[in-house]
């Protein structure tokens, strides 16, 4: 820490308290005293109920977690398999500058124009997908493999390429090169990528919008339409559930990381 006068700690831990309580703690806890509220008419929610988060789990919104959940598994797979792929291909290419462009280039532009985009270009024959659950899964993977990438990217430039290179030299084709010491080595990151990716999906509501069918709606589409109609103790109910399972998740995928790292 660059401040070093007990004055000065206190002022900066004090400033940050303040910044990250308004700005990031005090919306949490808004939503989820909304989730559990009858109503709201003052400056505090009042008759407390649990009817919300009963709406929550049941019915068209339990189908919409499930929708999420299998989203987030199918496109975070999808996007940590092309991504490391992808680390793979271009690791000391002449092409690595326009691999790492291409794989970037889905988080430089709004993600509705990404999901507009996959909207016009599977609506005909050769490749028809939309209104399937594909093209959904197939959006989230094109916004989610940037940060595979990147994750995957990273942990490669970090690693020691002696242990393949003596791999190479004892006889080891490039296959098991690749297979025993690389992805090995790799798999701490790879897990990594595989929890940023899903937790970003379980979030993801600005191409899927654009591309939804109706009987493949993603939780946050279901918040979203919630709020639009002004059911918003409801759509509160919905993102706390939310919000517990991306939190499930995304610890469930650390512990995993933690065991590959020991490995």
Do not use: C
């Amino acid at each position: 820490m660059l401040v070093w006068t007990r004055t000065g700690k206190a002022v900066t831990w004090t400033a940050f308290a303040l910044v990250f309580g308004i700005l990031v703690l005090a919306p949490f806890l808004v939503v989820i005293a909304a989730a559990f509220a009858g109503s709201w008419n003052g400056v505090l929610p009042s008759d407390p109920t649990g009817t919300h988060l009963r709406e929550a789990l049941s019915g068209d919104e339990l189908a919409s977690l499930s929708v999420s959940l299998q989203t987030a598994f199918l496109g975070g797979l999808l996007a940590v398999t092309v991504g490391t792929w992808g680390v793979l291909a271009a690791h000391e290419s002449r092409w690595a500058r326009v691999a790492d462009a291409l794989h970037n280039l889905p988080i430089a532009v709004p993600s509705v124009v990404v999901g507009l985009g996959l909207l016009v270009a599977f609506s005909r024959q050769p490749i028809l997908l939309n209104g399937t659950k594909w093209i959904v899964v197939i959006a989230h993977l094109v916004l989610m493999v940037a940060f595979s990438y990147g994750t995957v990217g990273a942990a490669l430039q970090r690693i020691d390429p002696s242990y393949a290179d003596v791999a190479a030299s004892l006889g080891a084709s490039p296959a098991r090169v690749l297979w025993r010491i690389r992805l090995p080595m790799l798999l701490p990151a790879i897990s990594s990528a595989a929890g940023l990716s899903v937790a970003l999906s379980m979030g993801e509501v600005g191409a899927t919008i654009m591309v939804y069918p109706a009987s493949w709606r993603t939780l946050p589409v279901s918040i979203f339409a919630l709020t639009d109609r002004g059911q918003a103790f409801t759509a509160a109910a919905e993102a706390v559930v939310l919000l517990v399972a991306t939190v499930v998740l995304v610890i469930s995928l650390d512990r995993l990381r933690g065991r590959a790292a020991e490995r």
